[in-house]
C-alpha cells in the first residue's frame, strides 16, 4: 500500500540554526501538507501546497518557514532560523484532491529537538 | 471548519465493541464527516468517512444520526491496538484552497486487556 515517507525521523538542532525536513508523499497525490504537533498537544495545520505554490497556510506559518518542491518526488519544509520553541513533531500529509470527501495520508512525522 | 465535541477519554475492554460520539451542531449541509485516529507516537491515521448514510470499511463503521449533528464511530471488537486518540473533523466538500484539518483534542481510548 503507498504511504508518505519522511526523513530524518529525529532531528537535534541547535537555535538559530536551519532545518529541512523532507517528505515523499504518495506519487499520485496533488496536495501537499504540513502539520506539527508540539509534545502534549493538538496537531496544527502550517500549510498546504498544490501546483508548486502555497494554497494557504496557518498563522504558525511565518516568514522562518517556507515550502518547496524542489522535484517530481521530494516536498519540504524549511526553518531558517530555529528557535528552542519549534521543537515538536512534524507531519507531512498529502491528498488527491481537496474535495471533502477525499481523505488525507500521514507520514510517521519527523521529531525536531532545537536546543 | 465547524467545531466538533468529543469525549476526552473512553474505556473499554478488549474484544468489545466500542462507540465513539461526536457532536457537530453547527454542521453545513455539505460537511463530510471525517475521522482520523493518532496511535501512540505515530502520524494521523484515516479511518472513516461518510455525509449522511452510515459507513463501514474494513476498520470501523460510521453512524450517522438523521439530523447530522451528531455521528458515532464503533469499533466492532476493540484490539489493544485500537487504543489511540481518535479525532472527529468536518471538512467542506468544495475545498476551497486546499485547507487544512482542524485536529481538536480527541477522545484518547483506553483498552483493557
Known amino acids: 500500500e503507498p504511504e508518505v515517507t519522511q526523513t530524518p525521523s529525529h532531528q537535534v538542532t541547535q537555535m538559530g540554526q536551519e532545518v529541512i525536513l523532507r517528505c515523499v508523499p504518495i506519487?499520485?497525490?496533488?496536495?501537499f501538507y504540513w502539520y506539527r504537533q508540539i509534545l502534549g498537544q493538538k496537531v496544527e495545520f502550517l500549510v498546504s501546497f498544490y501546483n508548486n505554490e502555497i494554497s494557504e497556510k496557518s498563522e504558525i506559518f511565518d516568514d522562518q518557514f517556507s515550502v518547496e518542491r524542489p522535484d517530481g518526488s521530494n516536498f519540504t519544509l524549511k526553518i531558517r532560523s530555529t528557535k528552542l520553541e519549534d521543537s515538536a513533531m512534524y507531519f507531512c500529509?498529502?491528498?488527491?484532491?481537496?474535495?471533502?470527501?477525499?481523505?488525507?495520508?500521514f507520514g510517521p512525522g519527523t521529531r525536531l529537538t532545537v536546543t | 471548519d465547524a467545531k466538533t465535541t468529543q469525549p476526552n477519554s473512553m474505556e473499554s475492554n478488549e474484544e468489545e465493541p466500542v462507540h465513539l460520539p461526536c457532536n457537530h451542531s453547527t454542521i453545513s449541509g455539505t460537511d463530510y464527516i471525517h475521522w482520523y485516529r493518532q496511535l501512540p507516537s505515530q502520524g494521523p491515521e484515516y479511518v472513516i468517512h461518510g455525509l449522511t448514510s452510515n459507513v463501514n470499511n474494513r476498520m470501523a463503521s460510521l453512524a450517522i444520526a438523521e439530523d447530522r449533528k451528531s455521528s458515532t464511530l464503533i469499533l466492532h471488537r476493540a484490539t489493544l491496538r485500537d487504543a489511540a486518540v481518535y479525532y472527529c473533523?468536518?471538512?467542506?466538500?468544495?475545498?476551497?484552497?486546499?485547507?487544512?484539518?482542524?485536529f481538536g483534542k480527541g477522545t484518547h481510548l483506553i483498552i483493557q486487556p
Open positions: 500529509a498529502s491528498s488527491e484532491s481537496v474535495r471533502g470527501n477525499y481523505e488525507q495520508y
Open positions: 473533523i468536518l471538512r467542506g466538500h468544495s475545498g476551497g484552497g486546499a485547507d487544512g484539518l482542524t
Open positions: 506519487s499520485n497525490h496533488l496536495y
